[in-house]
């Protein structure tokens, strides 16, 4: 469910190795019983229990696999511990899910060291655990607190190869590769500016400097030079409809940069030309995806960015319904995210979301 388009080699792939490797077994039924409870609504202890069970039976087996060196470099140990980062598993804890993906970048990193040492090529399947950890690792620092990205996104050991510089729209992320330095940029400049406890009357009336305005007019060139990204040849022959909600995943994660750029860097108001044109893009993109298309889990983040920076009613009612239908699909970070979007809109604070959020010392793993 994490990846709708993504390829039949890394799901038969994934899907082939957890028959042969316990801790990835159990690490799926952990998240298959947490994602089966709410799509059936299931709100008595019983899920949670089962859930419990196999996620403590797949840490157990994965903690005793990393004690062979040999075992620790194959993909289907990261894989599960991939697996274990979800949101079902960490439950919504930011500091727990940033500890253990720095686990696995670790894990990782070795293992394409590994696999490039030996046979001087990029294994598909690992090339795609990779774009998953990028895409974790760059949406909790644009959602978090902290900020920064745990893995450098334009000179990590994860882009020593080719990863990055595809002319293609990714069916990993719903996105192109070529943003995440982007995001990574806009995300260590809205964090390294911005002061702890600042007065709630400077969020709206603040303006920025000439020098970080150049940099804005650079970041925001980079970002739009990747609209026209083109949908690949094997993307466009699972169909058109397929190819046209690729297409607007990508838009909607272009847009949302865009969004955070003008929003949290350039300090756009909320009302600027700017602004509102981001997130009629972004709901433009989001309305081009059936509302029952399992395309919809990728657009999480562009569709809480959208709702965070709107104060229309017609808008805000759009967000709540497709995140409604979003649910359906029985990803819990679904409702979370949707409770704090909720609660923000609620309190009518005109503190910026992630300001409001801070303040109350509440973080989201969009995972």
Same mark, same amino acid.
């Given at each position: 469910?994490?990846?709708?388009?993504?390829?039949?080699?890394?799901l038969?792939?994934?899907i082939?190795?957890a028959?042969?490797t316990?801790h990835l077994?159990?690490?799926?039924l952990?998240s298959a019983?947490?994602?089966?409870? !709410?799509?059936?609504k299931?709100s008595t202890? %019983?899920p949670k229990?089962?859930? *419990?069970?196999?996620? %403590?039976m797949?840490?157990?087996s994965l903690?005793?696999?990393?004690?062979?060196?040999n075992?620790?470099?194959?993909a289907?140990? =990261?894989?599960?511990?991939?697996?274990?980062?979800t %949101?079902? /598993?960490?439950n919504?804890?930011?500091?727990v899910w940033?500890?253990?993906?720095r686990?696995v970048l670790r894990?990782l &990193?070795a293992?394409l060291?590994?696999q490039r040492? $030996?046979?001087a090529t990029d294994d598909p399947f690992l090339?795609s655990?990779?774009?998953?950890?990028? $895409?974790?690792?760059?949406i &909790?620092a644009l959602?978090?607190?902290?900020?920064?990205c745990?893995?450098?996104?334009?000179?990590?050991?994860?882009d020593r190869?080719?990863?990055l510089g595809n002319d293609f729209?990714?069916?990993?992320c719903?996105y192109s590769?070529?943003?995440?330095?982007?995001?990574?940029?806009i995300?260590h400049m /809205?964090?390294s500016k911005?002061p702890e406890n600042?007065?709630?009357?400077?969020s709206?009336?603040?303006? &920025?400097?000439?020098q970080m305005i150049?940099?804005?007019?650079?970041l925001?060139s980079g =970002?739009m030079?990747?609209?026209?990204?083109?949908?690949s040849d094997?993307?466009?022959r699972e169909?058109?409809?397929?190819?046209?909600?690729?297409r607007?995943t990508?838009l909607?994660?272009v847009?949302? &940069?865009? *969004?955070?750029?003008?929003? !949290?860097?350039?300090?756009l108001?909320?009302?600027?030309?700017?602004?509102?044109?981001?997130?009629?893009?972004?709901l433009d993109? /989001?309305r %081009? =995806?059936?509302?029952?298309s $399992?395309a919809? =889990?990728?657009i999480l983040?562009?569709?809480?960015?959208?709702?965070c920076?709107t104060?229309?009613?017609?808008e805000?009612d759009m967000?709540?319904?497709r995140?409604?239908?979003?649910q359906n699909?029985?990803?819990?970070?679904?409702?979370? $995210? !949707?409770d704090l979007?909720?609660?923000?809109?609620k309190?009518g604070?005109?503190l910026?979301?992630d300001?409001?959020?801070? !303040? *109350?010392?509440?973080?989201? /793993?969009?995972?």
């Amino acid at each position: 469910m994490l990846f709708p388009a993504a390829p039949d080699f890394f799901l038969q792939r994934m899907i082939g190795a957890a028959m042969e490797t316990p801790h990835l077994l159990y690490a799926l039924l952990a998240s298959a019983c947490s994602h089966h409870s !709410r799509l059936i609504k299931d709100s008595t202890p %019983n899920p949670k229990v089962t859930c *419990l069970k196999y996620t %403590n039976m797949a840490i157990s087996s994965l903690r005793e696999t990393l004690q062979d060196a040999n075992q620790s470099l194959k993909a289907e140990t =990261i894989t599960t511990a991939m697996a274990l980062c979800t %949101n079902d /598993v960490c439950n919504g804890n930011m500091h727990v899910w940033r500890t253990h993906l720095r686990g696995v970048l670790r894990l990782l &990193a070795a293992c394409l060291q590994h696999q490039r040492e $030996t046979y001087a090529t990029d294994d598909p399947f690992l090339l795609s655990l990779a774009k998953w950890f990028k $895409t974790m690792d760059i949406i &909790a620092a644009l959602s978090g607190l902290d900020g920064e990205c745990i893995h450098d996104p334009e000179d990590g050991p994860l882009d020593r190869g080719s990863i990055l510089g595809n002319d293609f729209v990714d069916n990993i992320c719903g996105y192109s590769i070529d943003l995440i330095p982007y995001m990574a940029r806009i995300s260590h400049m /809205v964090h390294s500016k911005r002061p702890e406890n600042r007065p709630a009357s400077t969020s709206l009336g603040e303006v &920025a400097s000439p020098q970080m305005i150049t940099k804005v007019e650079v970041l925001e060139s980079g =970002i739009m030079s990747l609209i026209d990204k083109p949908i690949s040849d094997p993307t466009f022959r699972e169909g058109e409809a397929f190819a046209t909600e690729l297409r607007s995943t990508h838009l909607a994660f272009v847009h949302s &940069a865009l *969004l955070h750029l003008h929003r !949290r860097v350039q300090l756009l108001p909320i009302n600027h030309a700017k602004v509102r044109l981001d997130i009629q893009n972004i709901l433009d993109a /989001v309305r %081009n =995806i059936n509302p029952t298309s $399992t395309a919809n =889990i990728l657009i999480l983040w562009p569709v809480f960015s959208a709702g965070c920076e709107t104060t229309i009613s017609s808008e805000r009612d759009m967000i709540r319904e497709r995140m409604g239908i979003m649910q359906n699909f029985g990803m819990g970070n679904f409702t979370r $995210t !949707r409770d704090l979007l909720e609660k923000f809109w609620k309190s009518g604070s005109e503190l910026r979301w992630d300001e409001y959020f801070a !303040r *109350l010392g509440l973080e989201l /793993v969009l995972f």
